[in-house]
């Protein structure tokens, strides 16, 4: 295996928990904001399947998908219903949390093992020239 692939591996799970912190973070930012009258409510997620494998290419790597609603009784916001309803996405604030720190805690695994590894080869070029 190649040395630019090991770190490669790294870079990417540094990239990886990078998008998770990115969607968590965004749709803890969006539990609160009103969804307007017909449209979906919407939550930031890692992609997977094809919009996943295109990641490295690309550059991307978040997509939004459907998302449960939560629905509040306020009739003076603006984006109420007829009833009065105003809808929201349903959020868990647990889980979103969570994400942070367990992806928080991987960025961190993975800027030690990218650390580590670009050390052992630097150390093994100064081997390497004496």
């Given at each position: 295996?190649?040395?630019?692939?090991?770190?490669?591996?790294?870079?990417?799970?540094?990239?990886?928990?990078?998008?998770?912190?990115?969607?968590?973070?965004?749709?803890?930012?969006?539990?609160?904001?009103?969804?307007?009258?017909?449209?979906?409510?919407?939550?930031?997620?890692?992609?997977?399947?094809?919009?996943?494998?295109?990641?490295l290419g690309q550059g991307g790597g978040l997509?939004?998908?459907?998302?449960?609603?939560?629905?509040?009784?306020?009739?003076?916001?603006?984006?109420?219903?007829a009833n009065g309803q105003v809808r929201f996405?349903?959020?868990?604030?647990?889980?979103?949390?969570?994400?942070?720190?367990?992806?928080?805690?991987?960025?961190?695994?993975?800027?030690?093992?990218?650390?580590?590894?670009?050390?052992?080869?630097?150390?093994?070029l100064e081997i390497g020239a004496k």
């Open positions: 295996m190649p040395i630019d692939s090991v770190l490669d591996v790294a870079r990417d799970g540094l990239s990886y928990e990078r998008l998770r912190l990115d969607a968590a973070s965004r749709n803890i930012a969006a539990a609160n904001v009103a969804v307007p009258a017909g449209q979906d409510a919407m939550l930031w997620r890692v992609g997977s399947g094809a919009a996943f494998s295109q990641w997509e939004q998908a459907p998302a449960a609603t939560r629905v509040v009784h306020d009739p003076g916001n603006p984006l109420a219903d996405p349903q959020v868990d604030l647990v889980q979103e949390m969570t994400t942070l720190m367990t992806a928080s805690r991987g960025y961190e695994a993975n800027v030690r093992s990218f650390n580590l590894l670009r050390s052992m080869l630097l150390r093994s």
